[in-house]
Nanobody, 122 residues
């Protein structure tokens, strides 16, 4: 079993900052990539940012220059530093990881966290 534990959401005023964390634990042989997605009420879940095991990053256009994703491989943890937050950033943020759980298979699977609410409002 693999678990993803998110933390760091909350209420912040426009222009403020928040830092999200996501730690992976359990049966993990290799993590290929980890990332953040978000889902606002009535909308689909969209990619925010992703980082591969080689450190390659990719961001949604709407957050480029404001959000930064980083990774601590030793802790199987990623972070999302969110600056200059806007009301349209309000959503539930979900952590995602593509993980190869054991050495006995080359297959990798997608895992999701339970989500953390980010609300940007004055």
């Amino acid at each position: 079993q693999v678990q993803l534990m998110e933390s760091g959401g909350g209420l912040v005023q426009p222009g403020g900052s928040l830092r999200l964390s996501c730690a992976a634990s359990g049966s993990i042989f290799s993590i290929y990539a980890m990332g953040w997605y978000r889902q606002a009420p009535g909308k689909q879940r969209d990619l925010v940012a992703v980082i591969t095991n080689r450190g390659t990053t990719n961001y949604a256009d709407s957050v480029k220059g404001r959000f930064t994703i980083s990774r601590d491989n030793a802790k199987n943890t990623i972070y999302l530093q969110m600056n200059s937050l806007k009301p349209e950033d309000t959503a539930v943020y979900y952590c995602n990881a593509r993980i190869r759980p054991t050495w006995q298979t080359t297959e990798a699977f997608d895992y999701w966290g339970q989500g953390t609410q980010v609300t940007v409002s004055s």
